[in-house]
């Protein structure tokens, strides 16, 4: 197998797209998907990664995650998407990762086998030789996604080259979720041909300078008006005015719950606060604190973007 050099298609501000359910149950309300993913875009988003944390993706089946695919390629600039397809089955997630690679998306964020947690640099490499080999797509760009918290599994700079030597040009991003900001830097340093991105929109600063690629973030599925001012007029306060409704969003420990409600709330469409166990909706009584740390913010100016 010929391995090419790929590259990463994105930068800049992406994000980490939610994804509604129809009332009591798991399908995806396709019409809702789009509008609000069109909406990202139009309100300045330089792209999407579909299928991810924030959207559920490992609280979905198989056949439910190509279906989100599915409803993205035939509505979606596939150019500005990449989307989420790792599983702890090899299998599942050559399955999703090819289909993403033929349906056209601009990469796969993918995640090491999360549920062996002591788990060997060789056996890290095994699961990826294997993802990539089972894939056979060799010019298809991946980009890891580095979420200790969740997965037990660190991805070390050193692990990274080991993965880009052994598989030229395919591992061209790294998404690094691990919560702090100094570390991402250095990540980034220590990998000056990859494009790393931030998972919080505080980094802005970072990615204007050159110093990181981009901000995956998924409270901008709220607040992207905001920051993609912030990015193009250098506003300290719209930034700030940002971060304080993260902030409020991320005072609930699983924050997809979070932002859920935000978009119920923003929208006037109830089918937003619904979600996939283990991730239940917001109770009346944190709605209720929520929605008291929100009223401190600036979240009311956002409600004419919905």
């Known amino acids: 197998m010929h391995w090419s050099r790929a590259m990463s298609a994105l930068s800049g501000l992406i994000v980490a797209a939610a994804t509604p359910f129809e009332k009591n149950g798991t399908a995806v309300d396709s019409k809702l998907y789009l509008e609000h993913c069109q909406r990202l875009l139009a309100l300045g988003a330089n792209g999407l990664v579909l299928s991810g944390t924030a959207g559920e993706a490992t609280s979905l089946s198989v056949g439910t995650r190509l279906e989100v695919m599915s409803i993205a390629q035939a509505s979606l600039p596939l150019s500005q998407a990449i989307v989420g397809t790792g599983a702890a089955a090899i299998s599942d997630a050559i399955e999703l990762t090819r289909a993403a690679a033929d349906l056209g998306f601009s990469g796969s964020l993918v995640l090491p086998s999360f549920y062996y947690k002591a ?13 990539l080999r089972g894939v056979d797509r060799p010019n298809f760009p991946l980009y890891l996604y580095h979420i200790p918290q969740l997965t037990g599994l660190s991805f070390t700079p050193e692990f990274i080259e080991r993965l880009r030597a052994a598989f030229p040009g395919v591992f061209v991003g790294l998404k690094d979720s691990e919560g702090n900001l100094e570390k991402t830097r250095q990540r980034a340093a220590a990998l000056p041909d990859v494009s790393v991105f931030a998972a919080t929109e505080e980094a802005l600063g970072h990615v204007k300078s050159g110093e ?33 409704i993260r902030m409020a969003l991320t005072s609930h420990p699983l924050i997809v719950a979070s932002i859920k409600w935000a978009l119920a709330d923003l929208t006037g469409r109830p089918e937003w ?34």
Do not use: C, H, W
């Not at 690629?213 to 005015?241: C, P, W």
């Open 119 to 131: 788990q060997a640099e060789d056996d890290l490499f095994f699961y990826f030789e294997r993802l």
């Open 212 to 244: 990181l690629a981009g901000v995956i973030s998924a409270s901008m599925n709220v607040t992207m008006r905001f920051v993609a001012q912030a990015r193009d007029t250098g506003s300290t306060e719209k930034l700030g005015a940002a971060t304080e």
């Open 273 to 306: 606060a619904q979600s996939l166990p283990p991730i239940k909706p917001l109770s009346d009584t944190l709605a209720v604190k929520l929605k008291s740390l929100l009223a401190e913010t600036d979240y009311e100016k956002l409600r004419a973007d919905f």
